[in-house]
């Protein structure tokens, strides 16, 4: 099992569609009874939390019906493939709690894959086709209106074995021909229409160098890929519905009389407001410096959303509430921060930071004395404990949470005004100083020692709460408010403007001079705390002894809208 679910959550959880096929499946015997599914990134950049839903679901459904989950390498393409992307994706997968079987490459199948090729080139069924690809384009026609044979069509065997040969030996250029399945140019699905399923690419693979300079295409290779391994059910998104025909064209001429097959099963992808999830553009915020790299905070990766402050936990809550349907749509950001704050409401210690701080002098408290008051981790958690917090003469309040001339109700801190600070006094607001500026330098109050925990008056009613620091025993941190990435819902459907046009420019609001309590001196990367009254925030990598830096992972409350929670 994965280490993450909770067994509350797995028991309330109903059968999806695809679990109802698994064991429909299961119930006929289909398969003999076995259960193997695989999670297919192209190394080509970062995983994002879209992958998140299709590993949850491919790791999910291996554990629930005891079978094993894959991890393979679509590495098919080596012009834009990297190992960096393949250390990045084993890590985020183990970080949201999944063991995979085994690890392979797509590139493990190039010589049976070619062999395959070679079979159907022999049986008549692929050819060697010389003409550009704009024009094998033109030549598709339109699901109403058939396609044109090309040129080489019915050219011998012979010729085409020799070429294809000699194209993975390097002598023609790449474009100049490719190997094309000969299934069918009129028919109504457009994916049969004699395919390409081998092209030239020079470029050396990562794995495999310079052996091969002829590369299947993706659904030449994927199909067949879960066919060698034994994958029983074939899970993507559904882009590829209109591409199954073509995966069960190709496996059943692969398996003969066989009665092993892989089945493709399509799910809708996710999408999410405020964000774009394509590689492709995300890999170019990070070329272009909009952010700043893979796991920016802003970034919607998974490394990206760890930096963030984000729990794995809080991911797979998501991903149940969510579901998979055979519907496209676009999922509101809200709910997957609602989804974090619930968490992080459970699980993150409560402590104090000062935001922007202004001096709050308790007037009526001895220079040099000092109280460890007892602080609370976490009302929601009991076994959560306590941590002391000291309090002083001189403290640390946000600004504002001050007003000279306040309204009505403002409960917060005005002269003439009590207000409690959180763990500490009832105190009694007297006064400001300003500078010349008219600035407010510093503000004046005093405690009433009747009002700490424990003493006569400690739970006498007043209106406002306030956090606080002290200002000799408290450190000094940056911390990094973090937006939507985006100014728009949907920044993919801005096709005229560029992706820099589309950022939102407050995305990031970088704070310098907070002031953090002592007890965090101890807190280490990732650990995740909620501000009181503020929100929930974790420790950035960047941080070090002398300098914390915390992320906002999510304020305390939405701001943004109404949350559609469907759970
Ligand atoms: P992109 O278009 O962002 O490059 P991709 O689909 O090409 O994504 P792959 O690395 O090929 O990325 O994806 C691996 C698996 O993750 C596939 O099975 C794919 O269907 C699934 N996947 C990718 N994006 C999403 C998404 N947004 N929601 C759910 N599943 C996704
Ligand atoms: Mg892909």
């Not at 999670?39 to 679901?57: Q, R, T, V």
């Not at 160098?209 to 295409?217: D, F, I, L, V």
């Amino acid at each position: 099992m994965s280490d993450i679910h909770t067994k509350e959550e797995e028991g309330k959880k109903s059968l999806n569609f695809i679990e109802t096929i698994v064991e429909n499946d299961l119930a006929e015997g289909k398969n003999d009874g076995c259960i193997q599914t695989r999670f297919p990134p192209e190394p080509n950049g970062y995983l994002h939390i879209g992958h998140a839903k299709a590993i949850c679901l491919d790791f999910g459904i291996a554990e629930r019906y005891n079978g094993i989950c894959n991890l393979r390498f679509d590495d098919t393409n080596p012009v834009k493939e990297d190992v960096e992307y393949i250390d990045s994706i084993k890590e985020d997968i183990e970080w949201l709690g999944f063991h995979w079987g085994n690890i392979y490459y797509a590139s493990d199948y190039f010589q049976q894959l070619w062999d395959f090729a070679i079979q159907l080139i022999q049986e008549g069924k692929a050819y060697v086709d010389e003409q550009p690809a704009e024009v094998i384009a033109q030549q598709k026609g339109t699901p109403t209106q058939p396609g044109t044979d090309s040129p080489y069509r019915n050219r011998p065997v012979e010729e085409s074995l020799d070429l294809f040969r000699r194209m993975n030996e390097g002598e023609f250029e790449e474009g100049s021909m490719v190997l094309r399945a000969k299934i069918d140019m009129a028919s109504p699905n457009m994916h049969f229409r004699d395919p390409i399923i081998y092209r030239i690419i020079k470029h050396p693979h990562h794995r495999t160098g310079t052996a091969w300079k002829a590369y299947p295409m993706y659904d030449f290779a994927h199909g067949q890929s879960d066919y060698f391994e034994g994958v029983t059910h074939s899970l993507c998104t559904l882009e590829f519905e209109v591409h199954r025909p073509l995966y069960d064209y190709f496996i059943n001429q692969l398996k003969g009389d066989g009665d092993y097959r892989p089945y493709q099963i399509e799910f809708n992808r996710l999408n999410l407001t405020y964000t774009v999830m394509s590689k492709r553009k995300l890999l170019q915020l990070v070329q272009e410096k909009l952010v700043n790299g893979w796991d920016d905070p802003r970034m919607p990766t998974i490394c990206g959303f760890r930096r963030r402050g984000y729990t794995p936990r809080s991911i797979h809550k998501f991903i149940n509430k969510i579901g998979y349907t055979k519907f496209d749509g676009i999922i509101d950001m809200a709910l997957l921060e609602h989804s974090v704050r619930e968490e992080l409401n459970q699980s993150a210690p409560r402590v104090s930071v000062v935001l922007n701080p202004v001096k709050l002098i308790i007037t009526n408290y001895p220079e040099d004395k000092f109280e460890m008051m007892t602080a609370i981790n976490n009302p929601e958690d009991p076994e959560a404990g306590t941590h002391e917090i000291a309090f002083s003469r001189e403290l640390f309040i946000e600004r504002d949470d001050f007003m000279e001339e306040a309204p009505k109700k403002f409960f917060r801190m005005t002269s003439g005004k009590e207000v409690r600070l959180k763990n500490a006094y009832i105190v009694k607001c007297t006064g400001c100083k300003k500078d010349e500026n008219g600035e407010i330098v510093e503000i004046y109050a005093e405690h009433d020692p009747m009002t700490r925990s424990g003493m006569p008056d400690s739970d006498r009613k007043v209106k406002g709460t306030l956090h606080w620091v002290s200002a000799n025993h408290s450190l000094e941190a940056e911390v990094r408010l973090y937006d939507r990435l985006f100014s728009m819902e949907n920044p993919s459907e801005e096709k005229d403007k560029s992706l820099a046009e589309l950022i939102n420019p407050d995305s990031l609001q970088v704070l310098t001079g907070c002031r953090a309590e002592a007890h965090l001196k101890e807190a280490k990367p990732l650990d995740n705390f909620q501000f009181q009254r503020l929100g929930y925030f974790n420790v950035d990598p960047d941080s070090t002894a002398d300098r914390l830096v915390f992320n906002r992972t999510v304020s305390l409350k939405d701001t943004w809208s109404k949350v559609k929670d469907k759970a």
